[in-house]
C-alpha cells in the first residue's frame, strides 16, 4: 500500500514516535491499522513524479503499485523507496484516532535514515508565492 499523507510530525525524540494524518475515510486508512506499520519516504525533488504517482487515484493498489518503482523492505516489512532523501521505517504504538475527515496514528520509529548530500535534493518550499530555502 502507498499513499501520499496530508501531515505528518515528529511527536518525541524518546522513545521515537512520529504523527501520521491522512484523509478517512480512505484505503491508506484502513491499511495503517490493519498492516500495523509503515514508512515515511521523503522525497527529493526530482522524486516528484513518484510523488505523483502515488498520489494518483489511476495507479495500481497494494503490492502492485511498486512493481515499476524501485525500492526494498525495512524492517517492519514496509517498502523503502530507493533515491528517497530519508526515510523512517515506522511501527504502530497506538490505534488510529478517527476525527471528521482525518486518521492520526502514531507510530514508533525502527528504523531511519538519509542518503549523504540529501538536503541538496529536497524540494524547496514556497512561501507567499516564492521560492524558499
Known sequence: MAM???????????????????IYP????????????FAVNILAADQEPISRY????????????????????GKSGSPILDGA?????CKLHSNPTRRATT?????????LGFIEGATRRLPRRRLQGRQRP
Not at 480512505?26 to 506499520?37: D, L, M, T, V
Not at 502515488?54 to 523492505?73: K, L, M, T, Y
Not at 532523501?85 to 521505517?89: E, I, K, T
Open 85 to 89: 532523501a530519508g526515510y523512517l521505517d
Open 54 to 73: 502515488f498520489a494518483s487515484r489511476d495507479r495500481p493498489r497494494g503490492q502492485d503499485a511498486f512493481g515499476e518503482v524501485a525500492h526494498r523492505i
Open 4 to 22: 501520499t499523507a496530508n501531515a505528518f510530525s515528529s511527536v518525541s525524540l524518546d522513545p521515537p514516535l512520529v504523527l501520521v494524518c491522512v
Open 103 to 111: 486518521s492520526s496514528s502514531w507510530a514508533r520509529v525502527l528504523e
Open 26 to 37: 480512505s484505503e491508506g486508512a484502513n491499511h495503517i491499522p490493519s498492516n500495523g506499520c
